[in-house]
């Protein structure tokens, strides 16, 4: 599943659908959901891609939550190689991570005893922290946290992640 | 069960190509209007804002305060101490380590 989904996120949800022994529909419409940011990120990347649109479509593979800052080469601009040469590394990353789980998943001591956990937002925190130089990100920061604290106890996983794109709009209204 | 898994993997194998395809082979090779660039420039922050509140306070649908939040406030300080991103990482893990093993 690392190998040919590579959404840590829609993985993951799989995972909790199917262990609390949900039905497989479930499971897709809840991975689906999760991966929809990928929606909004694709969108931002897409203007700076070129080429066919079998390229594009083969490119856009290469996408991350963490692309986003990684691959940025101007204010709305990504250089694609940038994109390819960011991700390639974690792709085998987290290929040979799921395998070295597998193999070894049942030595390692829980990972939520080593704080593993607490990895993943202290990393958005870093990427997202190098982009709140000007009002109109933080308003922008700041009305997408709104969102997605009021969505996670009303709507599935994953919505709150791409209801809070629409804080581009509050961003936009002070953006000078 | 077993079964179940590689349906799932399947279809998402197919969802997620045609998901991440979608803005690259829209709007692809074309210039945006600036209004366009100019909400594409906002979106970063939007969704990691997001993606941090959603990987700190939720337990599924419930909004929960844990070892991870614990984790994150003391991420925020390193941070603002311009603490390099390793150095951060670990600040938020051994944070949330330590809590854990004294609750």
Known sequence: MSAIVFSGAAQFAVL???????SVITAIVAATLVASRFLAIGVALGPSM???AVRRAL?????????????????????????????????????????????AGESIPDPEALGLDALFPAFFLVLVWTELGDR??????IVATLIAVVLIPI?????????????????????? | MK??????????????????????????????????????????????SALVVVQTFADGKALVLD???????????????????????LVAAGTAAGLRTLT
């Open chain 1, 16 to 22: 909790a659908v199917l262990g609390a022994g949900g």
């Open chain 2, 3 to 48: 079964q179940d898994v590689w349906i799932v993997t399947g279809v998402m194998t197919v969802v997620c190509f045609a998901i991440k395809a979608v803005g690259p082979v829209a709007l692809g090779g074309r210039d945006l209007p600036r209004w366009g660039e100019r909400l594409i420039v906002l979106l970063p922050a939007a969704l990691l």
């Open chain 1, 59 to 103: 490119e856009g593979q290469a996408v991350v939550d963490a692309s986003l800052i990684l691959a940025r080469t101007g204010e709305a601009r990504y250089g694609v190689r940038r994109l390819i040469g960011a991700t390639l590394p974690q792709y085998l990353g987290w290929f040979a991570g799921t395998v070295g789980g597998v193999v």
């Open chain 1, 50 to 52: 070129r080429g066919g």
């Open chain 2, 67 to 89: 070892a991870r939040a614990a984790g994150l406030a003391a991420a925020m300080v390193a941070v603002a101490l311009k603490a390099s991103i390793l150095v951060v990482l």
């Open chain 1, 136 to 141: 109109a990100a933080r308003v922008t920061a």
């Open chain 1, 155 to 176: 709507a599935p996983p994953g919505i709150p992640v791409i209801a809070a794109s629409l804080a581009v709009l509050a961003g936009r209204m002070v953006q000078r």
